[in-house]
């Protein structure tokens, strides 16, 4: 048996004996977004130690918490806080959490992640949901070894991000009244905020936003099967775009200044899947 599918196997079933996920949508809560998991009810949550071959989150505003229970009547399991591959993780690792709750039954996946804006009609606020990405963080989950039990050798990413839920997403944002943006994800290796030079490579390449997660979900997803919708809080511009020196504070206010809007759009699109 494949290494890594045995330790997606083992940590879902030590999940699996706490609650029942089958069927239940996927949501996870990317920086400063995790506020949304205090709105789920009839709550159940295990600290991520406690989950077999997960890591430890190490990243201000992931809390490092598997939570199941209901959103908006709708069965969900939260992750809130995710693994990053600038922790130091391998890519395995960080798309196990994608990987086990496939392995759950989940039926659906919301991915969410505070970005650098990159397309220069957005501003810190604007929301975009993900249309397509570019994988630039220089490794991907899916090397090495396929995992046969889970998908194919070579997964085609033509429609990696679900049409359909993708047009539902932004749909939704749309009749909240809500600044809602579609677009490409980057996704660069971090832990340092992109360059000057670097966010006018990712312009001209095509990119709208930048980030450092969300890209090995997306992979690991495509590969075995798993619907996604993915929505970028853009918390600033990217580097050299204003000439603002960057923080990760000014990422986790913007956040929190949005957080009204994003949770009222991702319980709205839970409602609708």
């Not at 997606?8 to 030590?14: I, K, N, P, Y």
């Amino acid at each position: 048996m494949n290494e890594i599918y045995h330790k997606c196997l083992e940590a879902a079933e030590f999940i699996r004996t706490k609650f029942d996920a089958t069927d239940a949508i996927g949501i996870v809560l990317g920086s400063g977004l995790g506020d949304l998991a205090d709105e789920i009810t009839d709550a159940q949550i295990i600290d991520y130690a406690d989950i077999p071959n997960y890591p430890k989150t190490t990243v201000p505003g992931h809390a490092g918490q598997l939570i199941f229970g209901y959103l908006n009547g709708v069965k969900v399991l939260c992750m809130k806080g995710r693994f990053h591959f600038y922790e130091g993780h391998d890519m395995k690792t960080v798309a196990m959490p994608t990987r086990v709750m496939k392995l759950l039954g989940v039926k659906a996946l919301i991915l969410t992640n505070a970005a650098g804006g990159v397309n220069r009609s957005f501003k810190p606020g604007t929301l975009m949901v993900i249309s397509d990405f570019i994988n630039y963080m220089g490794d991907n989950p899916l090397y090495g070894a396929n995992v046969d039990e889970l998908g194919p050798r070579f997964p085609d990413m033509t429609r990696a991000l679900d049409p359909e839920y993708t047009a539902l997403a932004i749909q939704t944002g749309k009749d909240l009244g809500i600044d809602i943006r579609d677009g490409v994800y980057m996704g660069f290796r971090g832990p340092n905020f992109e360059t000057p030079a670097e966010i006018r490579f990712a312009e001209k390449i095509g990119a709208d936003a930048v980030g450092m997660s969300t890209v090995p979900e997306i992979l690991a997803a495509r590969h075995c099967g798993l619907k996604v919708i993915g929505i970028s809080c853009i918390t600033n511009m990217g580097a050299g775009i204003t000439g603002e020196v960057l923080t990760h504070e000014e990422v986790q206010e913007t956040a929190d200044r949005v957080k009204g809007q994003f949770k009222e759009l991702i319980k709205t699109i839970v409602a609708r899947m």
